[in-house]
T-cell receptor, first 114, second 109 residues
Framework: GAVVSQHPSWVICKSGTSVKIECRSL??????MFWYRQFPKQSLMLMAT?????????EQGVEKDKFLINHASLTLSTLTVTSAHPEDSSFYIC??????????FGEGSRLTVL | GEDVEQSLFLSVREGDSSVINCTYT??????LYWYKQEPGAGLQLLTY?????DMKQDQRLTVLLNKKDKHLSLRIADTQTGDSAIYFC?????????FGTGTSLTVIP
C-alpha cells in the first residue's frame, strides 16, 4: 500500500533555531499534503494544507511565517519551524492524499525545543 | 466544522472482542477512517471505508457504518495485548479532515 515517510522522527534543537521536517510520499504522487500538530492527550490539529506548486493554506490561528510549508514536488512537502521556542515542542504529523481521496499518514516527528 | 466524538476509554480482557464507537455530524465524508496510535509513535492507518458501504472486514477488524445515524464502529476480534493503543476515527469533507479525540484501548491480560 501507499507509504508516507516523515523525517526526522525525533529532533531536539535549541531555542531560536529553525527545524525542517520532510514528508515524502514513497510510491504515489500527492498533489495535496497536510500538516498536523498533536498536543499531549489531544487529537490532531490541522495546521495547513500543502498544495504542490502553490502556497499552503493555513488554518486559523496558525502563523504562516512561523511554520513555513513548501510543496516543491509531487512527492515532497516540508515544514520548517522557524525560530523555534519551547512552546513549539510537539508531535508534528504529515499526511498525503491518494488518488481517490484516501489519506495516508507519516509516522510523525517529535520536536523538542530546549 | 465537523464534530467527531468518541468515548475516551475502553478496557477489555485479552481474547474478547473490542468495539470502538464514533459519531460524526457531517454526512458528506467520502471516506471514514480508523487510525491506531501506539505510545510514542505516529498514526497507523488501520482501515477505511467508502461512504457507500455498510461494512468492511479485514482479518480481525470489522468496520460498520450507519450513515442514517452517522455512526461508525470498529470491532477488533480476539483482542490482544498488542492492540492496546489509542484509536482515532476520522472523516473528511473535501480536503479538511476531522479526527475524533481518540479512544484509549487497554487490553487486560
Amino acid at each position: 500500500g501507499a507509504v508516507v515517510s516523515q523525517h526526522p522522527s525525533w529532533v531536539i534543537c535549541k531555542s531560536g533555531t529553525s527545524v525542517k521536517i520532510e514528508c515524502r510520499s514513497l510510491d504515489f504522487q500527492a498533489t495535496t499534503m497536510f500538516w498536523y500538530r498533536q498536543f499531549p492527550k489531544q487529537s490532531l490539529m490541522l495546521m495547513a494544507t500543502s498544495n504542490e506548486g502553490s502556497k499552503a493554506t493555513y488554518e486559523q490561528g496558525v502563523e504562516k511565517d512561523k511554520f513555513l510549508i513548501n510543496h516543491a514536488s509531487l512527492t515532497l512537502s516540508t515544514l520548517t519551524v522557524t525560530s523555534a521556542h519551547p512552546e513549539d515542542s510537539s508531535f508534528y504529523i504529515c499526511s498525503a492524499q491518494g488518488g481517490v481521496g484516501e489519506l495516508f499518514f507519516g509516522e510523525g516527528s517529535r520536536l523538542t525545543v530546549l | 466544522g465537523e464534530d467527531v466524538e468518541q468515548s475516551l476509554f475502553l478496557s477489555v480482557r485479552e481474547g474478547d472482542s473490542s468495539v470502538i464507537n464514533c459519531t460524526y455530524t457531517d454526512s458528506s465524508s467520502t471516506y471514514l477512517y480508523w487510525y491506531k496510535q501506539e505510545p510514542g509513535a505516529g498514526l497507523q492507518l488501520l482501515t477505511y471505508i467508502f461512504s457507500n458501504m455498510d461494512m468492511k472486514q479485514d482479518q480481525r477488524l470489522t468496520v460498520l457504518l450507519n450513515k442514517k445515524d452517522k455512526h461508525l464502529s470498529l470491532r477488533i476480534a480476539d483482542t490482544q495485548t498488542g492492540d492496546s493503543a489509542i484509536y482515532f476515527c476520522a472523516g473528511n469533507t473535501g480536503n479538511q479532515f476531522y479526527f475524533g479525540t481518540g479512544t484509549s484501548l487497554t487490553v487486560i491480560p
